[in-house]
């Protein structure tokens, strides 16, 4: 039975040389570059397609449980992005459907004067897959659970919210109203 299986396959190989020699034979040169540049790239598709998946297993099973160990480098990231102190108490991670989520607990940012101006009791972030192709952070949902926001002005007359100084003719374009509005959702309770 054995030999027999081993002699069809043996048949089955032959026959499947065959075609593609003679195929290739019936092909002008040209049509032969492109079918060969076809298969190169399905080729690379599928070895695309498998390092994505094992990107996603390993930030799944091997990133995502270690998160918590980065709490302070995520703070120091947060902090230079802002321009101001930030601190966080406590980080979880975990995986939503298909995208990595972030939950965030007792997030104060403080303004210059070191004072809390935002202080964050939860936030939720699950991250967008976008994120890659925008080069940039961006969220499928963001939620903030009670918010304490402290605005003040200066004696010269500035604004500040969160710390941070509202200059509206600083930039027509970009800017921290323009990636609140690029995001998925965003959903603030209390």
């Given at each position: 039975?054995?030999?027999?299986?081993?002699?069809?396959?043996?048949?089955?190989?032959?026959?499947h040389?065959?075609?593609?020699?003679?195929?290739?034979?019936?092909?002008?040169?040209?049509?032969?570059?492109?079918?060969?540049?076809?298969r190169?790239?399905?080729?690379?598709?599928?070895?695309?397609?498998?390092l994505?998946?094992?990107?996603?297993?390993?930030?799944?099973?091997?990133?995502?449980p270690?998160?918590?160990?980065?709490k302070?480098?995520i703070?120091?990231?947060?902090?230079?992005?802002?321009?101001?102190?930030?601190?966080?108490?406590r980080?979880?991670?975990e995986?939503?459907?298909?995208?990595?989520?972030?939950?965030?607990?007792?997030?104060?940012?403080?303004?210059?004067?070191?004072?809390?101006?935002?202080?964050?009791?939860?936030?939720?972030?699950s991250?967008?897959?976008?994120?890659?192709?925008?080069?940039?952070?961006?969220?499928?949902?963001?939620?903030?659970d009670?918010?304490?926001?402290?605005?003040r002005?200066?004696?010269?007359?500035?604004?500040?919210?969160?710390?941070?100084?509202?200059?509206?003719?600083?930039?027509?374009?970009?800017?921290?109203?323009?990636?609140?509005?690029?995001?998925?959702?965003?959903?603030?309770r209390?």
């Amino acid at each position: 039975m054995n030999t027999l299986n081993d002699a069809v396959h043996e048949v089955e190989e032959v026959v499947h040389d065959a075609l593609d020699a003679s195929l290739d034979e019936q092909l002008p040169p040209r049509e032969r570059r492109w079918l060969a540049w076809l298969r190169r790239a399905g080729w690379t598709l599928v070895g695309l397609y498998f390092l994505a998946a094992v990107a996603m297993l390993v930030l799944r099973f091997w990133a995502l449980p270690r998160i918590a160990d980065y709490k302070d480098e995520i703070a120091a990231a947060v902090s230079r992005a802002l321009g101001e102190k930030v601190t966080i108490e406590r980080v979880d991670a975990e995986w939503y459907g298909l995208h990595p989520r972030l939950e965030l607990g007792g997030v104060k940012i403080h303004d210059r004067r070191g004072e809390e101006a935002l202080v964050l009791p939860y936030v939720g972030a699950s991250v967008a897959w976008r994120s890659i192709a925008a080069g940039e952070l961006r969220f499928k949902s963001l939620v903030l659970d009670r918010p304490d926001l402290r605005i003040r002005r200066d004696p010269q007359g500035r604004l500040f919210i969160a710390g941070l100084e509202l200059r509206p003719t600083d930039t027509p374009k970009g800017g921290t109203a323009d990636w609140v509005l690029e995001q998925g959702e965003i959903i603030i309770r209390g």
